[in-house]
């Protein structure tokens, strides 16, 4: 992977130079997929960020929320229904004892759910090679290309520097 | 004074990467605690469960004690960092980490215990539902089942509460680390790159689990009190039960929490992260407790006591007057009169103040514990039935190392991972002047507007928002 970046100390000049490359990402060929930026912790109330808000995450949680119960529903029934032991002058299917398994199991159903949502949706866990900086970590933010057009390199230097950005790298 | 994200990020990982002579005898302290335990379980694997001072008619005494202990312990850690999450409490943010950690081990310790408990221990996945050779499956009416599936739910969920915020703490040390470090991280972090996407399903993923893990610590310590409720033996077939295990469980989890606080701020010199201010938030959550607690102990003593039914009036008085009576009044110290005066009176709600009375308080619910369980079950009622309980070297080597153990288990996770979330704690002093010489250069635009970004504001303050 080959990638040309900036790093900035405030969001306000990320933002900026990330607004610069998706107005001139057209003429340049670059794709918005190629825009990449990458900061050591989340920051909400800036359009770089907020533009990757939207998720189905609670939809999906609450699905699986109910696919537990249904399988709690079924595995308690079954079960007891397999092997029809009368308990304590109970009912051979005690909805009152399986409404608890059937309650664990649905909030296991949504737990689970949510783990892999997100490890699918935020493309984890990948190992192969992807653009970052040691920077980042002691406040920067990196804003890049990958992949970028040798014709468009120096125009994209310009942009990011023109945001605010010190030195340009290339990955 | 103010930190930078580079110098915040230098002294948490700090007690990661460096270690001095005070934790390596932590550890051999903890460690040997641990070895003493191990050694008297494989006394009692190879004697027999005899070697106990179990007998008729106390089945459940020391090892049923402690595991209701642990599994109370590990309450306070996600369930307070949930509520904290929730109500996005700025103060939070040092807290959490220390206590979802909290919650893992005590669980696990909790849900070991249980094995020990089982005379043969090699066979405890009989415990798991599954149909065995004689086709027949665990009896789901019995609440012992419940607690499996309660445990397995709450642990699957803490963990991973405890994890997700981890991972991006872990990119940052992979980055920063060498050598086998550097792999331990690449792996723990599963390749976190900190793109904007993973920032926001990490955020709606904590959001769901801290919405999910609420009601589940919530039920864990009900079903473990319905151990008790759902047996029509005196003074455990209660209604109140349920709230009251709930209630005993978050009062000993937080100060667990204060106390484990305490000494991580002192041994791994996090006084600027651990401030003062944690301290009188969580001490007037654990005033709070402390009353809630001795509310529920007193209606449900009252309602014995008025009830004036023979067989539970004698648990009653052997709590109150007779034999357990030096146990009963010494968890009412611990538990009330000791905390009382030092969480009440803010000149006395300090650091050391509030360390003492979780020290209390930590043994107190262990003895309020012990005051549930082996009282009723020497009284049950047939009075000839009766009989007296005391303990072995055995259980009481197991117990002291379950302490061990907890102990041991957290310092290992500290040399693991920072015990405070870094990315966390700079998200929120982010606004504060951290960042503000950095930014001089350049004009704010809306999106900072937008945000919400408060101008320069000391450090503390932020974080105790």
């Known amino acids: ?171 | 004074m103010a930190k930078t994200a580079e110098q915040i990020r230098a002294d948490l990982l700090r007690p990661v990467f460096r270690s001095g002579p005070a934790y390596w005898l932590a550890v051999g302290v903890s460690g040997s605690m641990v070895l003493a335990g191990v050694f008297a379980f494989s006394y009692q694997v190879y004697h027999g469960l005899g070697v106990w001072g179990l007998n008729w008619p106390v089945f459940w005494a020391f090892d049923i004690t402690n595991f209701v202990f642990w599994i109370g312990i590990s309450h306070a850690g996600t369930l307070i960092s949930a509520i904290l999450r929730l109500a996005n409490a700025g103060w939070r943010r040092p807290v959490t980490r220390c206590a979802e950690a909290i919650t893992v081990f005590a669980l696990s310790i909790g849900a070991i215990i249980p094995i020990c408990h089982l005379g043969r221990p090699w066979l405890f996945f009989w415990l798991v539902p599954y149909p065995s050779e004689r086709h027949i499956w665990p009896n789901f009416r019995s609440p012992l089942l419940w607690d499996f599936f309660a445990i397995l739910t709450y642990l699957t969920g803490s963990t991973i509460f405890l994890f997700l915020p981890i991972i991006p703490d872990a990119a940052a040390a992979r980055d920063l680390a060498h050598g086998w470090r550097k792999k331990l991280y690449a792996l723990l972090s599963l390749g976190w790159q900190g793109n904007p996407k993973q920032w926001h399903r990490l955020e709606s993923a904590m959001h769901i689990m801290a919405i999910a893990i609420i009601p589940v610590a919530v039920s864990v310590h009900t079903i473990v009190s319905w151990d008790f409720a759902m047996t029509p033996v005196p003074m455990w077939h209660s209604t109140i039960f349920g709230p009251y295990f709930v209630c005993g469980a978050i009062f000993s989890g937080v100060a667990a929490l204060i106390l484990a606080m305490a000494l991580l701020r002192k041994f791994l010199h996090l006084e600027e992260y651990l401030e003062p201010i944690h301290f009188d938030h969580l001490g007037k959550l654990l005033l709070t407790m402390s009353l809630l607690w001795f509310y529920f102990t007193f209606a449900e003593r009252l309602t014995t006591w008025y009830g004036n039914d023979v067989a539970e009036m004698s648990v009653f008085w052997s709590s109150i007057r007779q034999n357990f009576a030096p146990l009963f009044w010494t968890m009412i110290t611990c538990n009330l009169i000791i905390p009382f005066p030092l969480l009440a009176i803010k000149r006395f709600r300090t650091i050391t103040g509030t360390a003492i009375a979780s020290t209390t308080i930590v043994v107190g619910m262990w003895i309020e514990r012990f005051l549930i369980i082996v009282p009723t079950l020497e009284h049950k009622f047939l009075p000839y039935s009766w009989g007296t309980y005391r303990p072995t070297w055995v259980e009481i080597t197991l117990m002291v190392a379950g302490f061990g153990m907890m102990a041991l288990l957290y310092l290992l996770f500290s040399k693991l991972v920072p015990m405070i979330s870094m990315w966390e704690l700079e998200a929120g002093v982010r606004k504060a002047p951290i960042y503000r010489h950095q930014a001089v250069a350049f004009e704010p635009s809306g999106a900072r507007a937008r945000a919400g970004v408060r101008e320069a504001e000391p450090l503390a303050t932020d974080l105790s928002r």
């Open chain 1, 1 to 171: 992977m080959k990638a040309l970046y900036a790093l900035y100390s405030d969001p306000d000049a990320a933002q900026r130079a990330v607004n610069a490359l998706k107005l001139s990402g057209g003429s340049l060929g670059i794709g918005e997929r190629q825009i990449v930026v990458v900061t050591a912790e989340p920051f909400d109330g800036y359009d770089f960020s907020d533009e990757h808000s939207q998720t189905r995450i609670f939809l999906l949680a609450s699905l699986g929320g109910v696919v537990g119960a249904l399988f709690g529903l079924w595995f308690t029934r079954f079960t007891q229904l397999a092997y029809p032991l009368p308990t304590g002058g109970m009912p051979v299917v005690t909805s009152w004892t399986n409404g608890i398994i059937i309650y664990e199991l649905t909030m296991l159903g949504a737990i689970a759910t949510t783990l892999i949502t997100l490890l699918i949706t935020a493309g984890l866990p990948h190992f192969g090679e992807q653009l970052s900086d040691p920077e980042i970590w002691h406040g920067k933010i990196l804003v890049g290309v990958t992949n970028p057009p040798d014709r468009a390199r120096l125009e994209l230097e310009s942009q990011l520097r023109q945001a605010g950005a010190a030195e340009v790298k290339t990955a």
